[in-house]
Protein backbone atom coordinates (compact mmCIF):
# COMPACT_ATOMS: atom_id res chain seq x y z
CA UNK A 1 0.00 0.00 0.00
CA UNK A 2 1.19 3.69 -0.83
CA UNK A 3 2.01 6.11 1.33
CA UNK A 4 -1.15 8.25 -0.51
CA UNK A 5 -3.63 5.40 0.64
CA UNK A 6 -2.00 5.03 4.28
CA UNK A 7 -2.73 8.58 4.84
CA UNK A 8 -6.68 8.37 3.99
CA UNK A 9 -6.94 5.38 6.13
CA UNK A 10 -4.98 6.96 9.18
CA UNK A 11 -4.98 9.92 10.92
CA UNK A 12 -2.08 11.90 11.49
CA UNK A 13 -2.29 10.85 15.47
CA UNK A 14 -2.35 7.55 14.25
CA UNK A 15 -5.86 6.13 15.06
CA UNK A 16 -7.55 4.00 12.19
CA UNK A 17 -10.28 6.28 10.36
CA UNK A 18 -10.87 3.20 8.21
CA UNK A 19 -12.28 0.93 11.39
CA UNK A 20 -13.66 4.21 12.96
CA UNK A 21 -17.58 4.26 13.32
CA UNK A 22 -17.99 7.53 12.25
CA UNK A 23 -15.66 7.06 8.75
CA UNK A 24 -17.39 7.72 5.92
CA UNK A 25 -15.92 4.79 3.62
CA UNK A 26 -15.23 2.93 6.53
CA UNK A 27 -15.27 -0.80 7.58
CA UNK A 28 -18.30 -0.34 10.39
CA UNK A 29 -20.65 1.39 7.72
CA UNK A 30 -19.85 -0.60 4.61
CA UNK A 31 -20.82 -3.63 7.40
CA UNK A 32 -23.76 -1.71 8.57
CA UNK A 33 -24.97 -1.32 5.18
CA UNK A 34 -24.55 -4.81 3.98
CA UNK A 35 -26.63 -5.94 7.29
CA UNK A 36 -29.67 -4.05 6.73
CA UNK A 37 -29.73 -4.95 2.98
CA UNK A 38 -29.63 -8.11 4.50
CA UNK A 39 -31.91 -7.86 7.05
CA UNK A 40 -34.49 -5.72 4.76
CA UNK A 41 -38.04 -6.41 5.83
CA UNK A 42 -36.56 -8.21 8.48
CA UNK A 43 -39.03 -6.13 11.32
CA UNK A 44 -42.42 -8.25 11.02
CA UNK A 45 -40.57 -11.44 11.54
CA UNK A 46 -38.83 -9.74 14.72
CA UNK A 47 -42.01 -8.76 15.93
CA UNK A 48 -43.48 -12.02 15.31
CA UNK A 49 -40.32 -14.41 16.84
CA UNK A 50 -40.08 -12.23 20.14
CA UNK A 51 -43.10 -14.33 21.63
CA UNK A 52 -39.83 -16.86 21.88
CA UNK A 53 -37.04 -14.21 21.83
CA UNK A 54 -38.31 -11.66 24.04
CA UNK A 55 -34.84 -9.54 22.81
CA UNK A 56 -35.93 -9.25 19.55
CA UNK A 57 -38.61 -6.98 20.87
CA UNK A 58 -35.73 -4.33 20.46
CA UNK A 59 -35.17 -4.87 16.93
CA UNK A 60 -36.40 -1.67 15.93
CA UNK A 61 -33.74 -0.02 18.17
CA UNK A 62 -31.01 -2.18 16.88
CA UNK A 63 -32.40 -0.88 12.88
CA UNK A 64 -32.14 2.44 14.04
CA UNK A 65 -28.54 2.20 15.36
CA UNK A 66 -27.39 0.23 12.28
CA UNK A 67 -29.11 3.31 10.00
CA UNK A 68 -26.87 5.77 11.91
CA UNK A 69 -23.60 3.72 11.91
CA UNK A 70 -24.81 3.00 7.68
CA UNK A 71 -24.76 7.02 7.76
CA UNK A 72 -21.32 7.76 8.54
CA UNK A 73 -20.19 11.11 7.30
CA UNK A 74 -16.29 11.53 8.90
CA UNK A 75 -13.83 12.02 6.07
CA UNK A 76 -11.17 12.82 8.26
CA UNK A 77 -9.21 15.24 10.03
CA UNK A 78 -6.64 15.73 6.49
CA UNK A 79 -9.83 16.45 4.34
CA UNK A 80 -11.97 17.85 6.91
CA UNK A 81 -13.37 18.58 10.15
CA UNK A 82 -12.78 15.05 12.05
CA UNK A 83 -14.90 14.02 15.25
CA UNK A 84 -12.06 15.50 17.41
CA UNK A 85 -12.75 19.55 16.34
CA UNK A 86 -10.30 20.98 18.82
CA UNK A 87 -8.07 18.40 18.36
CA UNK A 88 -4.63 20.41 16.99
CA UNK A 89 -3.04 18.03 15.81
CA UNK A 90 -3.95 17.85 11.42
CA UNK A 91 -2.84 21.40 12.10
CA UNK A 92 0.04 21.19 13.68
CA UNK A 93 1.34 17.98 11.11
CA UNK A 94 0.43 20.09 8.47
CA UNK A 95 1.96 22.94 9.03
CA UNK A 96 5.28 21.07 10.09
CA UNK A 97 5.24 19.01 6.85
CA UNK A 98 4.68 15.63 8.62
CA UNK A 99 2.49 13.28 7.85
CA UNK A 100 2.11 11.45 11.07
CA UNK A 101 3.34 12.39 14.81
CA UNK A 102 6.16 10.23 15.12
CA UNK A 103 7.73 11.88 12.49
CA UNK A 104 8.47 15.25 14.35
CA UNK A 105 11.37 15.56 16.76
CA UNK A 106 9.03 16.81 19.13
CA UNK A 107 6.91 13.76 19.52
CA UNK A 108 5.63 13.35 22.05
CA UNK A 109 4.24 16.34 22.62
CA UNK A 110 1.54 18.85 23.98
CA UNK A 111 -0.42 18.93 20.79
CA UNK A 112 -2.33 15.75 21.40
CA UNK A 113 -4.74 16.93 24.12
CA UNK A 114 -6.19 13.79 24.36
CA UNK A 115 -8.31 12.02 27.67
CA UNK A 116 -6.35 9.72 29.40
CA UNK A 117 -7.67 6.81 27.07
CA UNK A 118 -6.78 8.40 23.89
CA UNK A 119 -3.29 9.72 24.61
CA UNK A 120 -2.35 6.15 25.50
CA UNK A 121 -3.67 4.67 22.41
CA UNK A 122 -2.10 7.81 19.93
CA UNK A 123 1.48 7.01 22.18
CA UNK A 124 1.12 3.07 21.40
CA UNK A 125 -0.03 4.41 18.11
CA UNK A 126 2.93 6.44 17.21
CA UNK A 127 5.67 4.03 18.16
CA UNK A 128 4.30 1.06 16.64
CA UNK A 129 4.53 2.95 13.39
CA UNK A 130 7.91 4.77 14.37
CA UNK A 131 8.79 0.68 14.79
CA UNK A 132 7.41 -0.62 11.69
CA UNK A 133 6.09 2.24 9.15
CA UNK A 134 2.91 3.44 8.73
CA UNK A 135 1.92 0.83 6.02
CA UNK A 136 2.71 -1.64 7.85
CA UNK A 137 0.98 -0.23 11.10
CA UNK A 138 -2.04 0.22 8.83
CA UNK A 139 -1.94 -3.54 7.47
CA UNK A 140 -1.61 -4.71 11.07
CA UNK A 141 -4.37 -2.59 12.39
CA UNK A 142 -6.98 -2.81 9.54
CA UNK A 143 -9.22 -5.89 10.66
CA UNK A 144 -8.78 -5.22 14.19
CA UNK A 145 -11.67 -3.36 16.12
CA UNK A 146 -10.55 0.38 16.19
CA UNK A 147 -11.42 0.72 20.07
CA UNK A 148 -8.47 -2.02 21.07
CA UNK A 149 -5.03 -0.86 21.29
CA UNK A 150 -1.97 -1.69 19.04
CA UNK A 151 -0.65 -4.49 20.13
CA UNK A 152 2.83 -2.77 21.23
CA UNK A 153 3.94 -0.69 24.37
CA UNK A 154 5.52 2.64 23.71
CA UNK A 155 9.42 2.00 24.94
Known amino acids: MNRTITKKRLA ?15 VVQQHSR ?4 SLAS ?10 YEP ?27 GKFPGCGIASCIKEKGF ?9 P ?5 FEPLL ?6 AN ?12 EEMKDRSHYEAPRSDPD
Do not use: N
Open 12 to 26: PCGLVCYTCAAAKGG
Open 34 to 37: QLLA
Open 42 to 51: FEPFAEMMSA
Open 55 to 81: ILKKYPDFREVLELLGRASCEGCRDGV
Open 99 to 107: DFCFECPSF
Open 109 to 113: CTEAD
Open 119 to 124: KTKWLK
Open 127 to 138: HRMKQIGPEAYF
